[in-house]
């Protein structure tokens, strides 16, 4: 028996998939911004690792490079605004899959840019219902952040602060090779807790940050039980798992399943694209996004604790280091399980500095998807307050605590 379960353990670690893919060819393009690497759009599949009984990956993981590729493209089908992709190769050997959004009548756009970084398990192509709302006046990047989507996947530490800090730091070189000296940044679960440690790091590139459902800013209760209050249930699931395997390894565990299990056990995810998609792009999307081998994935594992606390919360850090000249606006969902007292304390605690706080009305945990007008009509109006700011015209600051 203990040889069997031994087979199945190589089996399950062989199927979730744990090596790097290889690197992709690299040109060299030039434009407003100047000369800079961008690696070529069609990555080569990953010979990464091997299925059930040595069969290839790609006979038992109906997904490769080509195919989330493409996937991307279908979610970004639809957008109206000019739309560039671009695999950027930056100084540090990663490379950065950027999805540029620019307004339709005016591409280079002379006012501040915003960039957006997605939640857990995303990529850039989940802002599709945001792209068109807040490029019409300026140019929006999303990336894959390192570690997820078409993005290279390297070996994290597993050290928290280390794995942190090659967030952090991936995305600063990402910055240095698109020539960008300064930007609003926006950052939605995982990717608010990435773009809030960047400011602390860079205040000076960051124009204004905003959080949307935020994961990781209180610290952990000290009472185990608490650790449950408000977490759905797939949430706890993974929580419980997470340490045991790969967060997403059972996407790729059941092979030629993964795309049916996604439909399956997350039919919301379609349900909240129904009015761009009557398809299932998003699933799809989904699927392709974690179906390649894992690396953010384990990156968040090594970051958190069990049930989804962060193992180095960011609440204290933006209390204390903070710099005061950077505008902070945090987004919450009214039916969201982050909790939204965090952005409270910060409001209070900060009484010199801009803080705003909105509670996104019909709104879950993927506030960005679930009330885009709402989140669209937030973002753009902080847009325009950056814009008044630099340019000196007199700023709106009527805004409400909720939408």
Known sequence: ??????????????????????????????????????????????????????LPRWLWIP??????????????????S?????????DDGHTISTVIVRPALEPESPQPPIVLLHGFAGGAGIWCKNFDALAADRTVYAIDMIGFGRSSRPVFSQDPVESEGLFVSSFESWRRA????????????????????Y?????????????????????????????????????????????????????????PFGALCIRKLRPDLQKKFADMFDDETIPNYIYHLNARPPSGELAMNYM??????????????????????????????????????SGYLLKAARPDSYVDVHIVERAGHHIYSDNSPAVNKILTH???RVTDHLTGSSADEGDDDSS
């Open 1 to 54: 028996m203990s040889g069997l379960a031994s087979w199945l353990a190589n089996r399950a670690a062989a199927l979730a998939g744990y090596a790097r893919p290889p690197m992709s060819p690299m040109t060299t393009t030039e434009d407003e911004r100047g000369p800079r690497q961008v690696v070529a759009s069609h990555q080569p599949a990953a010979a990464d690792d091997f299925g059930l009984l040595s």
């Open 63 to 80: 997904s490769n490079a080509r195919a989330l590729e493409d996937a991307e493209m279908q979610c970004l089908r639809k957008i109206k």
């Open 82 to 90: 000019r739309v560039d992709r671009e695999m950027v190769r930056t």
């Open 178 to 197: 698109m020539a960008l000296p300064s930007f609003i940044l926006a950052g939605h679960s995982l990717g608010g807790f990435v773009s809030a440690a």
């Open 199 to 255: 400011t602390l790091r860079y205040p000076s590139r960051v124009e204004h940050l905003i959080l949307l459902d935020c994961w990781g800013m209180p610290a952990r209760p000290d009472d185990p039980a608490k650790e449950r209050i408000k977490l759905p249930g797939w949430v706890q699931v993974i929580g419980k798992l997470a340490h045991m395997f790969s967060p997403l390894s059972g996407i790729r565990m059941v092979g």
């Open 304 to 341: 958190s604790h069990p049930f989804g606390w962060a193992k180095h919360p960011m609440l204290p850090r933006l209390l204390e280091h903070l710099d005061l000249d950077v505008p902070l606006t945090l987004l919450y969902g009214q039916r969201s399980w982050v909790d939204c007292k």
């Open 382 to 384: 902080l847009c325009m």
